[in-house]
């Protein structure tokens, strides 16, 4: 098989998948519990939810190793389980997507903020060369660094990753609309600075992820490819902001809303669509069929 950016020079829309953690509660993980533990004691609900959304008609997955750094793992005291953890992420997704469908891991941010000294760039860099390493060990094409609100942090995760594993490096930004109507991370960046930060870092993809329902992307991915004309972007979008019922969340854009949009993002530059929080099979399943219909 060939290779995710190999995939996308040939201009063939790629469709990816959409929220693990919802899906998580849903089988039962407690809101105290690390979810990527479910790795090791509940296999096969993560297995499920990778086969649902290849059945749904995704081109790849992602893992479930969000949170699986040795840094963010220290609050749980699972610091020593890193590669362990992130190994077994990446072969339960490994074995629902085969041979022919592709796995980008899932990286997210350590949860401490560097220009305020909570952590050295040193350490850093290595729990991120850590899991970027067990990642591509146990079977991942691409590596997912998403979520991010700094710079400093993501130059260093891409970098890590780059340097540790032979996957493609992927980095995404959640960006919310300001109230004079421009777009920035709670670190105050922009899409075009991202853009420009992380091509130079390293970056393979870059995009876009959370914070904003599919139509609130449309704007961030043209900011993206101004900046960066030449640089496949992916975008994983919610299904809509989040609404709370009661003591439930529930968001409001259903398949058929977050479909209708594709077309859209696909003109504003996207190589790459997904969902994330509140997204569902049946959303993946409604995506992956616009798209189909495009590449006809």
């Known amino acids: 098989m060939i290779s995710i950016c ?9 469709v990816s998948d959409g929220a693990w953690g919802t899906f998580l509660q849903q089988k039962g993980l407690q809101s105290q519990e690390c979810p990527e533990t479910w ?11 990778a086969k649902s959304y290849i059945e749904a008609g995704a081109d790849m997955v992602e893992t479930n190793s969000f949170g699986a750094n040795r840094i963010k793992l220290a609050q749980y005291g699972l610091e020593s389980s890193a590669v362990e953890l992130n190994m077994a ?8 997507a085969g041979s022919d469908h592709y796995v980008i891991a899932s990286m997210g941010p350590t949860g401490k903020i560097l220009m305020m000294g909570e952590v050295s760039e040193a350490a850093v860099y290595d729990a991120y060369a850590e ?40 980095c995404t930004f959640t960006f ?28 393979d993809i870059i995009g876009t992820n959370c914070g904003n329902g599919i139509e609130g992307m449309i704007p961030i991915v043209n ?8 640089r496949p972007i992916l975008v994983h979008a919610n299904a809509g902001l989040p609404v709370l019922k009661g003591t439930t969340v529930t968001y409001p854009e259903s ?8 077309a859209l993002l696909v003109a504003a530059g996207a190589a790459i669509i997904g969902g994330c929080c509140g997204t569902t099979p049946a959303h993946i399943r409604a995506m992956a069929q616009a798209v189909k219909k495009m590449r006809r």
Not at 39 to 49: M, N, P, V
Not at 136 to 146: F, H, P, Q, S, V
């Open 6 to 14: 190999q995939e996308i020079a040939r201009g063939r829309i790629l």
């Open 39 to 49: 790795c090791l004691t509940h296999r096969a609900d993560g297995l499920d939810i």
């Open 89 to 96: 992420a990446a072969a339960i997704s490994r074995e629902a």
């Open 131 to 170: 899991q970027a390493a067990a990642l591509c060990k146990g079977g991942a094409d691409g590596l997912c660094i998403e979520t991010m609100s700094a710079l400093d942090e993501s130059e260093i995760a891409v970098r890590a990753a780059r340097q540790n594993s032979t996957c493609a490096v992927i």
């Open 176 to 203: 919310q609309k300001t109230i004079d109507g421009q777009y920035r991370t709670m670190m105050g960046v922009s899409p075009a600075e991202m853009a420009a930060a992380l091509g130079a870092a390293g970056a």
């Open 223 to 230: 900011e993206l490819r101004a900046a960066a004309p030449e």
């Open 255 to 262: 398949p058929e809303m977050m479909a209708g949009n594709i």
